[in-house]
Every structure is written in C-alpha cells, then in structure tokens.
C-alpha cells in the first residue's frame, strides 16, 4: 500500500537554526498538508498546499516558516530561525482530490527536538 | 473559529466493556467526520469515518454515530481488547477552504486486562 514517507524521522537543532523537514507524498495525490502536534496536544493544522501554491494556512504558520515542493516528488517545510516551542512533531499528509478522497493519510512524522 | 471538542480526555475500561468518546464541531458545513487512533509515538491511522448523509456506520467493533442537528458524533467501542489502547482523535473536515481537519484533543483509552 502505499505511504507518505518523511524524513528525518527524528532532529535535534539548535535554537535559531534553519530546519527542513522533507516529505514525499503518495504519488497520485493532490493535496498537501502540514500539522503539527506538540507532546500529549492535539494535531493541529499548519498548511495546505495545491498546484504549487499554498491554498490555506493557519495563524501558527507565520513568517519563519515556508513550504516547497521543489521538484515531482518531494513536499518540504522550511523552518527558518527554530525556536524552542517549535519542538514538536510535524505530519506531513496527503489526500488525492477534492471529488474523490475524503482521507489524508499521514507519514510516520518527523520528530523535531529545538534545544 | 473552526473547534471540535472531544470527551473525556481520559477513559478506562474493563476488557470487553464498551468505550464511548464523544465529540462537538462547531462549522456547520462540516461535512466528513474520520476518526484517528495514534499509538505512542507513531502516526494517526483512520480507523473509521462518516459522511455527513450517514447517520451511523458500522465496521466490526466500531462504530460512528452522527448526529448533524446537534453537531455531535461519537465513536463506540465494544468488546474492547488491550490492544484497542491508545490515544483516538476525531476531526472534522471543512466543506469551505481546503478541505482541512480540525482535530479533537484526543482521548486516551486504557483496556484494562
């Protein structure tokens, strides 16, 4: 079956330094998402993107962070300057389209540590 | 803004009892309702989910139930096993926007053996 894949799985980085969290979404897909989920929190939404622009984001998605999808495959969140409430772990997902897929399925996560 | 709460935030049952988790949206054009079950540091998976022209749904030992008027829907258990230990989120999808989930703040269930 297939996956959405991220890496790294886990990172730890320094305070003010820049982290990229790479993510490969299932290949016929359309949609995709960034969330985020603080230890013991909920999920929370980041940002959507579609056709090479971001479609929606939230209030946590402020200027240190950006998303690409820089070639095909790949679907990257840019956290420019991390900060130490930036630990969390990030989800990346995806769903296939509008008209035909309710579900977004989730990778594994990228578990970033900001000390 | 968009919310779902989720109840209660901590449940815990006897092998074999039922667990019920109940959850509120507040964007009445909601409109797809999947419901997550995270294990300790591993991804969300869909266990169930249910459309808003459905009013219950049943797979085996789980089952959604969707009440619109209200805005309610609720995840029941039965027959619960150890292994069904984890931490369950419901969400709500938008029919506005991008399609986006709003997530609950989770329930942790504990099958007691």
């Known amino acids: 079956e297939p996956e959405v894949t991220q890496t790294p799985s886990h990172q730890v980085t320094q305070m003010g330094q820049e982290v990229i969290l790479r993510c490969v979404p299932i290949?016929?897909?359309?949609?995709f998402y960034w969330y985020r989920q603080i230890l013991g929190q909920k999920v929370e939404f980041l940002v959507s993107?579609?056709?090479?622009?971001?479609?929606?984001k939230s209030e946590i998605f402020d200027d240190q962070f950006s998303v690409e999808r820089p070639d095909g495959s790949n679907f990257t969140l840019k956290i420019r300057s991390t900060k130490l409430e930036d630990s969390a772990m990030y989800f990346c997902?995806?769903?296939?389209?509008?008209?035909?897929?309710?579900?977004?399925?989730f990778g594994e996560g990228s578990w970033l540590t900001v000390v | 803004g968009e919310n779902v709460e989720q109840h209660p935030s901590t449940l815990s049952v006897q092998e074999g009892d039922s667990a019920v988790i109940k959850c509120t949206y507040s964007?009445?054009?909601?409109?797809?309702f999947p419901w997550y079950k995270q294990e300790l540091g591993k991804r969300p998976q869909l266990i169930i989910n249910?459309?808003?022209?459905?009013g219950e749904k049943k797979d085996q030992r789980i089952a959604v139930t969707l009440n619109k008027t209200a805005k309610h829907f609720s995840l029941h258990i039965t027959e619960t096993q150890p292994e069904d230990s984890a931490v369950y989120f419901c969400?709500?999808?938008?029919?506005?926007?991008?399609?986006?989930?709003?997530f609950g703040t989770g329930t942790r269930l504990k099958v007691l053996a």
């Open positions: 997902a995806s769903r296939v389209g509008l008209s035909s897929g309710n579900t977004i399925y």
């Open positions: 290949s016929n897909h359309l949609y």
């Open positions: 993107f579609y056709n090479n622009e971001i479609s929606e």
């Open positions: 964007d009445s054009a909601s409109n797809y």
């Open positions: 249910i459309r808003s022209n459905v």
């Open positions: 969400a709500a999808r938008s029919r506005s926007g991008t399609y986006k989930y709003i």
